[in-house]
């Protein structure tokens, strides 16, 4: 997709004079061992729904990269990432300083003692550790609706890229279910039928256009072996987008 080259968001569906060029999954969430030769999906979205995504993955990264082990060899550094970006002194310049300043403050405003967290809203694979730090374990809050508003925008750019449909989220039925490990009753449907992509060792999804009706889609999403959820959609009848 040549710069400045219009067409249609993918995310809002408008066409625009110029779209830019959206990742499916943020350049940033790669960790640093994805070798270079490892496809970086992108589809095309307006500067106006690139921006607001952008936004958005920023908030979900440093939540939930900050929850990664540090000394982890291959994911460790996405949690050294997410942390520097609370550091005011790694600000490049005064605005930045000031933006990582404001990044922080929110950060440590949603931090929780994880003591005392009912395990039902401990998100699946992301409990604590077995062994605590010290000065005990500190949960982050994370927004349930990001986490469905990001699912969604993934199973857009999937739908896109492989397969050149615009799925109009508001003529569609949506579920994610987050998940400490693979449904073994889902997975033999996904390994049956469905499409498995690996973006290096940080990223992975298979998904599978249901073998009974063509409307529905089942996807499973893997991000930092740590982070899993199915994302289910079914298009409304007589909506299913041209191809
Ligand atoms: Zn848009």
Redesign the pocket.
Known sequence: MPKGRGGR??????W?PV?TRDHVFPASWYPESTSADIPRWTVP??????E?YGELERDLFLRLAACLDTEDPEFGNLAKRALRSLDPKAGRNQKDTRARQRRQERFIRDLIPATGVPTEAVFPGFGPEKIPPPGGHQGILVSPEELQIFALKLVRGIAYHFDRLYLNFSEIVFDVIPVEEPIPELHSKLDRWGRRESNGPGINVTWAVAHEDSRGRMHFFEIWRKWRFYAFTRIAPDKLPDR
């Not at 979205?45 to 690139?50: E, F, G, Q, S, V």
């Open positions: 968001c993918i995310h809002c569906l408008q625009k779209v979205a307006c500067k106006r729904c690139n607001r």
